[in-house]
């Protein structure tokens, strides 16, 4: 199946075989990091732009979603939520919006009681935004009972849908079912692309691209200063919007053409740019936000002198936050892991900082 899909196509279809009692589904899903930035959305959950991403590898996710159908007949969304081992119902009521959000396009789930059970690889204050991987897994974990209860759908349909009702959840998200770059909203250069799911970069990707290395320096651990609502709100009025907007379909052409050509300096270019232009949209929006601290300001400089001294590939990347994403292809693992050690882990909080690298997507466990 290579077309792009339509709302309609999600309705759930039921075939009434095999309609499962209780059991039990575990997914394991990565976090992603966006290269051409999701800054800016409308109802339900549509981008402004389309936005690019890397699929992590070492920053997941793993949900269990343990089903028993009701005996009762009544029909109502039923769930517990345990989070590394506790009972978590202060995450109920965003769980408990994405299941009504959902409602419509799984219309079995209302049908079973739920227990979620819920860990990250990384730890939980550690400023990664866990949502992308979060709702990716759960959003599979319902997919695989879709399966059961129709097992014509094919895997194209399967990840297409997984990431459509994962949107409905976080919209960063429905980049995190599958690798190694996915794109998420219509771009008419990007064969399949749509703004209901995250489809795959659907070119070759250069080997310079291959096993890229993503290491996050946790700069400020503390609670996100912007919730992604809120944030994303901030581009309603915004004075720059519209540019803003434009300015992220030219860099995601330009970046489509950089991928397969292995360019990595216009990888540099348009990267860095991408993660200063969000900031710089917090910065000009009201209310206005500075979410960079000084260490990120620190280490941007450093990697620019290193940059500057050695010739290296190496870039940073920024999310909504403080922390810095620093990327560098795989043959200058070396080198580039040795400045991070020598150099910017002192700007880190308790020297924390992740390794991580380009992924294949997520996997049923
Ligand atoms: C800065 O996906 O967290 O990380 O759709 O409201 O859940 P919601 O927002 P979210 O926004 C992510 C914003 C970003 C850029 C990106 O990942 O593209």
């Not at 279809?13 to 589904?25: A, L, Q, R």
């Not at 966006?34 to 409308?42: D, E, I, M, P, T």
Request: proline letters at 4%.
């Amino acid at each position: 199946m290579n077309k792009v899909l339509t709302v309609q196509d999600f309705i759930f279809k039921n075939v009434d075989i095999n309609i499962p009692e209780k059991g039990s589904f575990t997914w394991k899903t990565p976090s992603n990091i966006a290269l051409v930035k999701y800054w800016g959305k409308r109802e339900p959950q549509i981008p402004k732009n389309p936005s690019i991403s890397f699929t992590l590898d070492a920053c997941f996710t793993i949900t269990t979603l343990e089903f028993s159908k009701r005996n009762s007949g009544e029909k109502n969304i039923n769930f517990d939520i345990y989070f590394e081992g506790e009972k978590k119902d202060d995450f109920k009521p965003k769980i408990a919006k994405f299941f009504t959000l959902i409602q419509q396009y799984v219309p079995f789930i209302t049908d079973y009681d739920f227990v979620i059970h819920s860990r990250n690889s990384f730890p939980h204050s550690s400023g990664i935004a866990s949502s992308a991987s979060g709702m990716a897994a759960l959003a599979l974990c319902i997919m695989s009972l879709e399966k059961q209860l129709n097992p014509t759908i094919t895997d194209k349909f399967f990840n297409k849908k997984a990431s459509f009702l994962a949107r409905l959840g976080s919209g960063s998200a429905s980049r995190s079912i599958e690798g190694e770059l996915v794109v998420w909203g219509k771009h008419n250069d990007i064969k399949d692309s749509s703004d209901l799911y995250g489809a795959k970069f659907p070119s070759t990707i250069h080997t310079n691209f291959k096993n890229y290395h993503d290491t996050i320096l946790l700069v400020d651990k503390g609670e996100k200063q912007v919730s992604s609502t809120l944030g994303h709100n901030l581009m309603h009025n915004h004075p720059f919007a519209e540019k803003r907007f434009e300015q992220a379909h030219q860099n995601l052409s330009k970046l489509a053409i950089i991928l397969q050509k292995g360019d990595l300096r216009g990888f540099i270019n348009i990267v860095e740019s991408e993660a200063l232009t969000l900031h710089a949209m917090m910065l000009t929006s009201n209310p206005y936000f500075i979410l960079m601290k000084p260490n990120t300001l620190s280490i941007i400089n450093k990697i620019w002198e290193f940059r500057a001294q050695t010739n290296s590939n190496v870039c940073f990347t920024l999310d909504a936050g403080a922390n810095v994403h620093v990327l560098f292809p795989e043959k200058e693992k070396k080198s580039v892991n040795q400045f991070i050690v020598n150099e910017l882990l002192s700007f880190c909080q308790n020297n924390h900082y992740i390794c991580d690298r380009v992924g294949v997507g997520a996997k049923q466990i």
